[in-house]
Nanobody
Framework: QVQLVESGGGLVQAGGSLRLSCAAS????????MGWFRQAPGKEREFVAA????????SYADSVRGRFTISRDNAKNTVYLQMASLKPEETAVYYC??????????????????WGQGTKVTVSS
C-alpha cells in the first residue's frame, strides 16, 4: 500500500505557472504508473497526465498537452506536474494516483489503486 501526499497548490493568475509535487511512501514506488487527475466543483474527476515507471512513456489530456509536463524522480519517490499558461477553468483540486500494475499508462481513474488527498489550485482571471 502506498500513501500519497500532494503539495504545491495555491492561487495563481491566469497565464501563470505552478508545480505540483506528490510524495509517495513505499519501496516499490519506482514500479508504479503515476497519474494526475483534477476535479472542479460540480464536475467529475478528469484525467490530466500519467507517466510510466521509468518516465519514458507519458500521456496527457488534450486540454493540457503542450502546457503541462509530468515527471518523476524515483530516487525521491516523487512525481511532479509542471503547469504553465494556466486558465481559470483549470481551477480544481488536483490529485495524484498510483497504479500498482506496471505497464502502460492509463487515463481512467478506475485503473488507479491509491489516491492522495488532493491539493487545490485556483486560477484567477
Amino acid at each position: 500500500q502506498v500513501q500519497l501526499v500532494e503539495s504545491g497548490g495555491g492561487l495563481v493568475q491566469a497565464g501563470g505557472s505552478l508545480r505540483l509535487s506528490c510524495a509517495a511512501s513505499g519501496r516499490t514506488f519506482s514500479s508504479y504508473v503515476m497519474g494526475w487527475f483534477r476535479q472542479a466543483p460540480g464536475k467529475e474527476r478528469e484525467f490530466v497526465a500519467a507517466i510510466n515507471w521509468s518516465g519514458g512513456s507519458t500521456s496527457y489530456a488534450d486540454s493540457v498537452r503542450g502546457r503541462f509536463t509530468i515527471s518523476r524522480d524515483n530516487a525521491k519517490n516523487t512525481v511532479y506536474l509542471q503547469m504553465a499558461s494556466l486558465k481559470p477553468e483549470e481551477t480544481a483540486v488536483y490529485y495524484c494516483a498510483a497504479d500498482y500494475r506496471p505497464g502502460a499508462v492509463a487515463n481512467i481513474a478506475a485503473a488507479y489503486d491509491a489516491w492522495g488527498q488532493g491539493t487545490k489550485v485556483t486560477v484567477s482571471s
